[in-house]
């Protein structure tokens, strides 16, 4: 027998109920978005379209977006650009030219970005994005450009502070740190590249590899070989999902022992769920994490966030949710928040709007700079402990203490 909802219980049931009624009731506010389905981002692009599509839907749920005395409800038009710049500018284009989109989301990468935004500046089409993470996106003063993710430079510095405090914690100065960097040719990896030696640096450390990975991720081999060879402490690797694949996958057959090995993309590439033994120990930088005290009115804590994802995508059910679904599902509630406060659907008076976001959300605050990266939020490190993964840094964040040296199974 059911057990009664009771009077608080039956008018929140009564709330939704008026909420998904009031909702379906709403007009059609559409958005544009050429999105990597097919080719080497296409994990991460489905993960971004998914987040994308659970947003729309939980604000749905919660009656829409209100703009005036008006009701809207979002919808996407996706277009597959196929993981190839020249062809995410194309469908820029066609949906402003032909779809007549008036707002855009990002696509995934900063390389499809960067290919996109100088196309959405030319008709003066907001974005607001949460893949490409480049800090040269920002600086070419692009007014139409909102990000909402912690850019590129700060992925994977904080393991080159991490490792000085293990240096120190040891009896070691961090001067005698050797790090051994591998990335791919991308502005994001790029920028990761750029960041960890600024930091390394800092610290007096040597760089004792420093390559780039091959076009297509599917072989390190031969810099893991180098990387074998000169013994480094810390080893940075940053090729989104592919790339982040093959490391671990080629670490763990090689036998590569080093203290220290700090990655990109993680759980996008489920490498705990791929490779098991040789993901232990390894830390992963992410934007989001579901044990973070972040919250709002529409997606609740970041762990509940994780919880109604999950029941909603039941093939995330055994894995952690990625951090590139919080954040496309983020963009979409600044775009909520944007419209709300602009009262209007005129893209400039949405701009204008998006300029002055400053909001708490599930993914964590969001405030933009004058250039339209997000100031407001840190990166943090987890490390796979056990199969899961814990926060180890910084340390206001800390889960979990750092093991290290890292330990494989």
Same mark, same amino acid.
């Not at 810390?234 to 670490?251: D, E, F, N, P, Y």
């Not at 791929?274 to 390894?282: I, L, M, R, T, Y």
């Not at 930088?285 to 109604?308: C, H, M, R, V």
């Given at each position: 027998m059911m057990k009664p909802l009771g009077i608080a219980g039956a008018a929140l049931a009564l709330c939704a109920v008026s909420g998904a009624a009031q909702a379906a009731e709403c007009e059609t506010l559409t958005l544009g978005s050429a999105i990597s389905l097919t080719g080497k981002y296409a994990t991460n692009g489905v993960h971004a379209k998914n987040g994308y599509e659970f947003a729309i839907k939980k604000i749905k749920e919660n009656g829409g977006i209100k703009v005036g005395d008006k009701c809207y409800n979002f919808n996407v038009i996706y277009y597959d650009d196929e993981s190839k710049g020249d062809r995410g500018a194309t469908l820029a284009e066609r949906l402003i030219s032909q779809d007549k989109v008036q707002y855009m989301l990002g696509p995934y990468s900063s390389g499809l970005t960067k290919a996109i935004a100088p196309v959405t500046e030319k008709y003066e089409i907001p974005m607001v994005e949460a893949e490409g993470a480049s800090r040269s996106l920002f600086n070419k003063g692009y007014k139409y450009l909102f990000a909402v993710l912690s850019t590129s430079e700060q992925y994977l510095a904080s393991a080159i502070t991490l490792a000085a405090e293990m240096a120190e914690k040891n009896g070691k100065e961090p001067s005698s740190v050797k790090v051994a960097v591998a990335v791919e040719n991308d502005p994001f990896s790029l920028d990761i590249r750029a960041g960890v030696l600024d930091d390394a640096k800092k610290f007096g450390m040597k760089i004792v590899v420093d390559e780039k990975l091959p076009r297509d991720l599917s072989d390190m081999s031969a810099i893991l070989t180098k990387v074998k060879l000169v013994? %480094?402490?810390?080893?940075?690797?940053?090729?989104?999902?592919?790339?982040?694949?093959?490391?671990?996958?080629? !670490?763990?057959?090689?036998?590569?022992?080093? %203290?220290m090995v700090a990655i990109t993309h993680c759980e996008a590439a489920d490498?705990?769920?791929?490779? %098991?033994?040789?993901?232990?120990?390894?830390?992963?930088?992410?934007?989001?994490?579901?044990?973070?005290?972040?919250?709002? %009115? !529409?997606?609740?804590?970041?762990?509940?966030?994780?919880?109604?994802f999950k029941a909603a995508y039941p093939e995330y059910t055994e894995k952690t949710v990625p951090y590139q679904t919080a954040q496309a599902s983020a963009a979409v509630y600044v775009f909520k928040d944007a419209f709300e406060r602009a009262g209007s659907l005129d893209k400039n008076k949405v701009r204008d709007a998006l300029t002055a976001t400053d909001m708490s959300t599930f993914y964590g605050k969001i405030k933009f700079s004058e250039a339209g990266n997000n100031i407001a939020k840190p990166m943090v490190l987890r490390q796979i402990q056990n199969g899961k993964y814990n926060v180890v840094a910084p340390s206001e964040f800390a889960s979990h203490p750092l093991t290290w040296p890292r330990e494989t199974k």
């Open positions: 013994k %480094p402490d810390v080893l940075i690797v940053s090729g989104h999902s592919k790339g982040a694949a093959t490391a671990v996958r080629q !670490i763990g057959e090689m036998k590569i022992k080093v %203290p490498v705990t769920g791929k490779f %098991p033994d040789s993901a232990e120990g390894v830390l992963c930088s992410t934007q989001w994490a579901e044990t973070l005290s972040y919250e709002d %009115p !529409i997606f609740g804590t970041a762990s509940n966030y994780e919880k109604e």
